[in-house]
């Protein structure tokens, strides 16, 4: 099993940015496959970013349209967490924000769905003001 926390969330501007950290505890960090979404009241968990390992364990990330060129994930396996960067905040950005784990290394393409995760944090709020 693995335990997720994440944090860095608050309030920021319209173009403004942000570093959400996702710590993990648990089995060896590098046996999962990590991903990235976000929820606003009355809509369903939206999938933003993940990233896997192929079999030769060659780093792979995919994004969401809506955040394509402006959010970023990362890992740091000695550290056990997964960040997100988020650059150019807009409006539309206001949501909580959870991490989620997936069992399994080795895979040759990323998750985007969220039943196909194992385990998720508490989420972090984010909110954006013009």
């Known amino acids: 099993q693995v335990r997720l926390e994440e944090s860095g969330g608050g309030l920021v501007q319209a173009g403004g940015s942000l570093r959400l950290s996702c710590a993990a505890s648990g089995r060896t960090f590098s046996s999962y496959d990590m991903g990235w979404f976000r929820q606003t009241p009355g809509k369903e968990r939206e999938f933003l970013a993940a990233?896997?390992?192929?079999?030769?364990?060659?780093?792979?990330?995919d994004y969401a349209d809506s955040v394509k060129g402006r959010f970023t994930i990362s890992r740091d396996n000695a550290k056990n967490t997964v960040y997100l960067q988020m650059n150019n905040l807009k409006l539309e950005d206001t949501a909580v924000y959870y991490c989620a784990a997936r069992r399994g290394a080795g895979r040759v393409a990323v998750t985007t769905q969220n039943r196909q995760y194992d385990y998720w944090g508490q989420g972090t709020q984010v909110t954006v003001s013009s």
């Open positions: 990233h896997t390992w192929t079999g030769s364990y060659l780093y792979l990330a």
